[in-house]
Nanobody, 118 residues
Framework: QVQLVESGGGLVQAGGSLRLSCAAS????????MGWFRQAPGKEREFVAS????????SYADSAKGRFTISRDNAKNTVYLQMNSLKPDDTAVYYC???????????WGQGTQVTVSS
């Protein structure tokens, strides 16, 4: 079992930046791929970005390419999502996921709210 705890969400103006963090714990958590997903009100949860266990591979949704960067620090069991040039359409609850690359959706955190004002 893997436990995931997100942090770093908040309110930001359009064009601003936020960095989300996800701390993982539990058995063999560093051996799993990690990722970020988001769910806006009235919409289904969607993939944002993922990173393989050894950080050799990353994958991004088209909406995230060029603006978001995923990274991980296995010494700290933490994965990050640096979000730049934020848009109101990025407003959502962001969830950390753990599992298998490129879609690590076997384990979930509780989510963190990101709100981008225009």
């Amino acid at each position: 079992q893997v436990q995931l705890v997100e942090s770093g969400g908040g309110l930001v103006q359009a064009g601003g930046s936020l960095r989300l963090s996800c701390a993982a714990s539990g058995r063999a958590s560093v051996s799993y791929a990690m990722g970020w997903f988001r769910q806006a009100p009235g919409k289904e949860r969607e993939f944002v970005a993922s990173i393989s266990a050894g950080s050799r591979m990353t994958s991004y949704a088209d909406s995230a390419k060029g603006r978001f960067t995923i990274s991980r620090d296995n010494a700290k069991n933490t994965v990050y999502l640096q979000m730049n040039s934020l848009k109101p359409d990025d407003t959502a609850v962001y969830y950390c996921g753990g599992g298998y690359f490129p879609l690590p959706n076997n384990y979930w955190g509780q989510g963190t709210q990101v709100t981008v004002s225009s």
